[in-house]
């Protein structure tokens, strides 16, 4: 079985400063056996973590539009942000790779999109985050889990890791799986264990917004 954490940033994220090392050994000690990498606007973090990790590690990138952040899982190319949410989705469908959604309904951080459209963007999803570690707010869990059920799509979580302390708070236990092509039928057999992060780690990413600056 696989405990699996599908969002966590390293130093190569704006505002992370949290190294590939120090992600090993949280991992190691909190058993986490399986990671998405998604820094923003960016695979390089991802790229070189898949070189040194001792357990598998996808290649994500969280990319921003004007309408908020898409998430691409089994990457093989690096998507620029600032481009339409169309194209975005369009350039993650042709590289083969995964099409989600971080945080979907984060009054902060979550899609700007009615409801209409919302559900009209279902239609090209593979997976939405129903559980993020740094979401607040309990009814967007609620929102995301009802929103993933009602359209059918998969549901992931994750840590939204910036600090090392995160890792581990949030994973799914699930069925191994040997890529992408099975990746979402084992997402079915998956179970959620969220806890959610204290706010004090968003002081930390600001934090280091401000030193990259």
Same mark, same amino acid.
């Given at each position: 079985m696989f405990k699996a954490d599908f969002h966590i940033h390293t130093l190569h994220s704006y505002d992370c400063g949290m190294s590939l090392e120090a992600i090993i050994d949280r991992c190691l000690k909190t058993g986490i056996n399986c990671i998405a990498i998604s820094d923003h606007s960016t695979i390089t973090g991802a790229l070189k973590m898949q070189e *040194?990790?001792?357990?598998?590690? *996808?290649?994500?990138?969280?990319?921003?539009?004007?309408?908020?952040?898409?998430m691409g899982l089994f990457l093989e190319e690096e998507i620029p942000s600032g481009q339409p949410?169309?194209?975005? *989705?369009?350039? *993650?469908?042709?590289?083969?790779?995964l099409?989600? !959604?971080?945080?979907?309904?984060?009054?902060?951080?979550?899609?700007? !999109?009615?409801?209409?459209?919302?559900?009209? !963007?279902?239609t090209e999803l593979d997976f939405i985050e129903v559980f993020n570690a740094r979401s607040p707010f309990p009814r967007t869990t609620t929102k995301a889990q009802d929103f993933a059920r009602k359209c059918g799509i998969a549901a992931t979580a994750g840590s939204d890791a910036h600090t090392p302390g995160e890792i581990g708070r949030t994973f799914i236990e699930m069925p191994e799986f040997s890529g992408k092509d099975d990746f979402l039928e084992a997402l079915k057999g998956g179970q959620i264990n969220g806890r959610r992060s204290s706010l004090l780690v968003h002081l930390s990413s600001t934090w280091t917004k401000l030193k990259k600056r």
């Open positions: *040194i990790a001792p357990f598998p590690v *996808i290649i994500a990138e969280e990319i921003l539009t004007p309408h908020g952040e898409v949410l169309a194209e975005v *989705i369009s350039r *993650i469908k042709a590289q083969g790779a099409v989600g !959604l971080p945080h979907p309904f984060d009054p902060f951080r979550g899609l700007k !999109l009615s409801h209409t459209e919302m559900e009209k !963007l279902a």
